[in-house]
């Protein structure tokens, strides 16, 4: 799986792994465990402004929802939220993922960071694109001494 996510330029995953303790837990979650799958991946781009290239990233791929755009510290950027289901007969339990985006263009316009925050828990997504904004706006593209590449 991390071979996978490498070469769709994945440079960043964390798992999570937390007790829902939001709201009424006797009724939504039970106060059981949610899970979660954070990537910072890289993608390549067409050279354009930064904001169209923010806006080209959630209309090129279809079945985004939620679309906002947004001034952020590090330039503008565009979120997205998809929701699918494992197909039939796939062995994965048939339970809605909730897949959170950010689109950030990197300031010298070739380049795109998209942050994804995945979720098994949808019915927290309020609580999971709160998080998700936080992380965006923590974003700078400013190289650590010594490096030349202008990462995220």
């Known amino acids: 799986m991390l071979a ?19 709201g009424d837990v006797a ?4 106060g059981g465990p949610l899970f979660s799958l954070f990537t910072i991946s890289w993608r390549d781009t067409g050279v354009a402004p930064r904001g169209v290239t923010a806006a080209r990233a959630v209309t090129s791929a279809g079945g985004h929802a939620r679309i906002e755009f947004a001034e952020l510290p590090c330039g503008p950027a565009t979120f997205a939220e998809t929701v699918s289901v494992p197909a039939p007969g796939s062995g994965l339990p048939q339970r809605p993922l909730l897949r959170l985006h950010a689109y950030l263009p990197h300031p010298d316009c070739r380049r795109l960071a998209v942050l994804t925050l995945a979720t098994t828990a949808p019915e927290r997504g309020d609580e999971y694109r709160a998080i998700l904004r936080l992380i965006a706006g923590s974003v700078g593209f400013e190289s ?8 995220a």
């Open 4 to 22: 996978a996510l490498r070469e769709a330029g994945t440079v960043h995953c964390s798992v999570g792994l937390h007790r829902d303790d939001v």
């Open 144 to 151: 650590p001494p010594g490096d030349a590449g202008g990462g």
């Open 27 to 30: 009724v939504v979650g039970g």
